[in-house]
């Protein structure tokens, strides 16, 4: 009885967790999946007719969508490396007895909600906020000049909103490397560029692994910034899904339109660790 209950305890352990993610992950995925396959209307309902040029169509109808809403995800995403990395270098060490401190102010604005913190990156970029206006009375921007209703609005929010996805996993890998190895690396006359690049930064691709999958996903799939701060020219596919299902009650097309979004971000996912290399990451990890 013993062995058995040995046995079972890992799988009990599980049990909760596995239950969760089947009964609101599993379930609703299978459910959207055979709604991607089906035709109809609200009115008259759905039936399951295994079409699949809900997929081809929504492919070649939205595929402009598709890849301005990549583009902006990879901008966003490098944004954010550029951003992040020094913010957790800094911290890490830099930080001393006060890490907790500036990890907490970092994080503080994003107490706040997703959309308030939206509306409030709207204001500041508006043509007469705090920035702008400003530097067009004193003739250092044209009278023309705006931000609003373009990509680079839609860029900068999206890098905001989510610029702490990318900087705690890098934080978190720095934290992890031992000072000593630093520290052999300059006993071992190596300049503070030479440390850096072949030792922290090699050290520090784990985090920096995790961040742009934890960034470039959600980014990618984001609709709100583009409502926003953008303008018609800078629709995501996010909208184009939102706006099929809640205004258009479009729900296989926008079913189809979701998992072809996970399908191509998957993909990129997949390519992006076998170019980086995912066992020399989890070797560096490891270390």
């Known amino acids: 009885m013993a062995g058995l209950r040995g046995r079972l305890a890992p799988y ?48 070649s109808t939205y595929g402009d969508k598709f890849v301005r809403s990549l583009w902006y995800g990879l901008v966003a995403t ?32 994003y107490f ?8 409030s990156w709207k204001l500041v970029l508006t043509d007469n906020g705090p920035i702008l206006g400003p530097l067009r009375d004193h003739g250092v921007l044209p009278q023309g000049f705006h931000v609003l209703d373009t990509g680079v609005a839609v860029v900068s929010g999206l890098a905001y909103n989510f610029l702490p996805f990318m900087v705690l996993p ?21 300049s503070r560029a030479q ?11 784990p985090g920096v692994f995790a961040g742009v ?42 079913s189809a339109l979701s998992f072809a979004l996970m399908a191509i971000l998957l993909v990129g996912i997949f390519a992006y660790a076998r170019t980086l290399g995912t066992q020399d990451v989890l070797e560096a990890a490891g270390r």
């Open 195 to 205: 440390a850096f690049l072949r030792v922290i930064l090699p050290l520090s691709l």
């Open 78 to 109: 490098i944004a954010c490396i550029v951003i992040a990395y020094p913010a957790a270098y800094w911290i890490a060490f830099r930080g001393g007895r006060a890490k907790s401190t500036y990890l907490f102010l970092l994080l503080l604005p």
């Open 213 to 254: 999958i934890m960034t470039f996903v959600p980014v990618s799939s984001d609709y709100v910034n583009a409502e926003v701060l953008g303008g018609p020219q800078n629709t995501m596919i996010g909208n184009v899904i939102q706006t099929e299902y809640f205004n258009n009650s479009a729900y296989p097309t926008a």
């Open 12 to 59: 009990l352990m599980i049990l909760p967790g596995g239950l969760w993610l089947a009964a609101f992950f599993l379930v609703p995925l299978v459910l959207m999946v055979s709604l991607s396959l089906q035709t109809g209307n609200l009115i008259d309902g759905f039936q399951q007719t295994l079409h699949w040029r809900n997929y081809t169509d929504g492919l």
């Open 112 to 119: 706040v909600s997703f959309i308030l913190r939206t509306v």
């Open 170 to 190: 890098i934080y978190v890998a720095l934290e992890r490397i031992d000072p000593r190895v630093v520290e052999a690396a300059y006993d071992l006359y190596a």
